[in-house]
């Protein structure tokens, strides 16, 4: 159902690959409410998602863009605000890589240049987005900035190896970038911080689908999937929460808040 929240509204949306990702179920219930934007991803990513099919079931321009390339991101601030016809209302900033997770590398036997590169687009790149957006004074007032992240931040998942370290990271730019541009431009800044999530990046993560059925029995609602985190940004967009900022809100069935549940102690109790 279609409540109209985000009629006249623009933005970007970074990260939609394809239809398993949380930034593509965003894109879809973005355009639903009423919302026009442009999507981006790196080229590299492009090529191995299907994003022209997303763009044009909602209407959408592809603007190309390297996340850790200040001058991309430069450029496509540019042209989203050309080609929208106005200042920038949402931004969703959806975008996390690992080179150790992909190369199977132990977290305590890291290669320190793929650690640099994963820190840079997973969470240095929200940053420069944010710088580009404020520098350029792209964001209208009121505006709403959002990033997904993941409880590894705050509690130990062995196997997510470095991207803890990174959504860490991601998560204190939000707020103190989120400071500032709510002091002086009247700008939200948000991270989302979602259950384990079937989606082409997550699945890369060893022992995932354990993540998932864990997370699942220790909820009380159930693991959110990627509709209902895509629900949730939308909320986020919105006017109805103008006032949220600076926080990081779990989307998690409860999981944040567990200690344990009775469907995981049954599976200790003989």
Known sequence: MAYNLLKGKRGIIFGALDEN???????????????????????IAMRMGSINQLAEKTGS???PADATSVQDLENLVDKAVEILGGKIDFVLHSIGMSVNVR?????????YEYTHKGWDVSAVSFHKVMQVLYKKDAMSEWGSIVALTYMAAQRVFPDYNDMA????????I????????????????????????PTTA?????????????ADKMSPLGNASAMD?????????????????????????GFSNMGVSAEVMETFVK
Not at 103 to 111: A, L, P, R, S
Not at 175 to 183: A, E
Not at 186 to 193: C, E, F, G, L, M
Not at 202 to 214: L, N, R
Request: glycine fraction near 10%.
């Open 21 to 43: 990702s949380i930034a593509w179920k965003t894109a879809e219930r973005v355009h639903e409410e009423g919302g026009t934007f442009v999507l981006t991803n790196a080229p």
């Open 61 to 63: 321009q592809i603007i």
């Open 103 to 111: 190369k199977g590398n132990h977290y305590t036997d890291m290669n």
């Open 165 to 172: 370290d990174n959504k860490a990271y991601l998560e204190s």
């Open 174 to 197: 939000a707020r103190s970038f989120g400071y500032f541009f709510g002091k002086e431009k009247k700008v939200r800044v948000n991270t989302i911080s979602q259950s384990p999530t």
């Open 202 to 214: 997550g699945q890369g993560v060893k022992g995932f689908d354990g993540f998932i059925a864990y």
């Open 229 to 253: 985190c895509a629900n949730y940004t939308v909320a986020m967009f919105s006017d109805l929460t103008k006032r949220v900022t600076l926080q990081n809100l779990y989307n998690d069935g």
